[in-house]
T-cell receptor, first 114, second 114 residues
């Protein structure tokens, strides 16, 4: 079945540094990918829609300059958390919709900013 | 804009009790509806989905959901819960068209006591 691979699974970084999270579609091409964040014991909040070859579409309230999204190929989307701060600590999940019906999710990245 | 409401934030049941979790969405057009489960420390897993046809959808692990268009609802049910059903349950809606983004409800935390 369609698989989305997300890397890294866990990352700890110092405040002020940047962190890149990768999301790859392994056996299908994804022109669109979705990035979510999930705070502890809360729901998944859609951050942005990543579009291959064009700018990402951000949800209201999400800082574009803070969360940089690049979708340079049909199988790779990246989310870079720039100048990370402790409040950015969260679980980040990417998703794609390979068949047009169901969604497949990455395994998530737990970011801890210290 | 589409939104999803899950009315029950925490549900506590004894084993063998029946379960019904409410989900309502707001969107006037055609939607695809999903229920996901997240077991403690694990990733999202699809329980069931509705696209069209029979509004009573059967999913994995004995779960089912009924789409009632007039009520904009997609409630999840299970006749007899087990301790292993302890998890967080998320209702999600995708409005057909556009970027096909998936919007999640706030989630319902279910605890089943032996």
């Amino acid at each position: 079945g369609a698989v989305v691979s997300q890397h890294p699974s866990r990352v700890i970084c110092k405040s002020g540094t940047s962190v890149k999270i990768e999301c790859r579609s392994l056996d299908f091409q994804a022109t669109t990918m979705f990035w979510y964040r999930q705070f502890p014991k809360q729901s998944l909040m859609l951050m942005a829609t990543s579009n291959e070859g064009s700018k990402a579409t951000y949800e209201q309230g999400v800082e574009k300059d803070k969360f940089l999204i690049n979708h340079a190929s049909l199988t790779l989307s990246t989310l870079t958390v720039t100048s990370a701060h402790p409040e950015d600590s969260s679980f980040y999940i990417c998703s794609a919709r390979p068949t047009g019906y169901g969604y497949t999710f990455g395994s998530g990245t737990r970011l801890t900013v210290v | 804009a589409q939104s999803v409401s899950q009315h029950n934030h925490h549900v506590i049941l004894s084993e063998a009790a029946s379960l019904e979790l409410g989900c309502n969405y707001s969107y006037g057009g055609t939607v695809n509806l999903f229920w996901y489960v997240q077991y403690p420390g694990q990733h999202l897993q699809l329980l069931l989905k509705y696209f069209s046809g029979d509004p009573l959808v059967k999913g994995i692990k004995g779960f089912e959901a009924e789409f009632i268009k007039s009520k904009f609802s997609f409630n999840l049910r299970k006749p007899s819960v087990q301790w292993s059903d302890t998890a967080e349950y998320f209702c999600a809606v995708n409005a057909q068209g556009g970027y096909n983004k998936l919007i999640f409800g706030a989630g319902t935390r279910l605890a089943v006591h032996p």
